[in-house]
């Protein structure tokens, strides 16, 4: 069962009887993933650029938009228009399968890994999960990467809480610390 079947069939049902809401479309839904990718001080490294976007690229099946700086920044040696990030925004069915992948494969991978702490939640019930290397997930083979990096993960949801966010993540089946 995909993890869109398992929201429709079990998740939806489960939310309305819990939160008393009785139209299926108001119940809190995932909208969008975002992947993203700050490249820090190697920003200038173009080898670094490189492999951090093929990275990403297996990581979600889609290619990454650049991010550049909007202006210069001195002391962080900065100038405008440099490349210093990169993100991908995955919705629908590719999102499903990645968040799906994220849950099941990815995070029991992480080395000391024990639960997502329910502060990762913010007040409009969206969820961020930075990664500190870009091993735990499978597409990445450790054997071929020659530096890694961290990234991290936002997932936008329609909850209006962070009681409504945190309840849609668990019934979903992301492991939070108790």
């Not at 995909?2 to 009785?22: D, F, H, Q």
């Not at 173009?46 to 889609?62: C, H, L, P, R, V």
Request: aromatic fraction near 6%.
């Amino acid at each position: 069962m995909t993890l869109k079947e398992k929201y429709n069939s079990e998740v939806v049902p489960a939310l309305k009887e819990e939160m008393g809401i009785k139209n299926s479309f108001a119940v809190p839904k995932m909208n969008k993933a975002v992947v993203n990718i700050g490249l820090g001080d190697k920003a200038k490294n173009d080898s670094y650029i490189e492999n951090a976007q093929k990275t990403i690229e297996a990581i979600t099946g889609q290619r990454p938009i650049l991010t550049k700086a909007r202006k210069s920044i001195a002391g962080f040696k900065i100038r405008e228009g440099m490349v210093v990030g990169m993100r991908v925004t995955l919705r629908g069915d590719r999102m499903y399968a990645f968040i799906d992948k994220l849950i099941n494969v990815t995070m029991p991978r992480i080395r000391d890994f024990r639960g997502l702490s329910p502060k990762m939640v913010d007040r409009q019930g969206n969820l961020s999960v930075g990664f500190r290397e870009n091993l735990a997930f499978p597409e990445v083979n450790p054997d071929a990467v020659d530096t890694t990096h961290g990234l991290q993960v936002t997932i936008n949801t329609s909850a209006e809480t962070k009681e409504e966010g945190l309840l849609l993540f668990r019934k979903l089946g992301f492991p939070f610390q108790k």
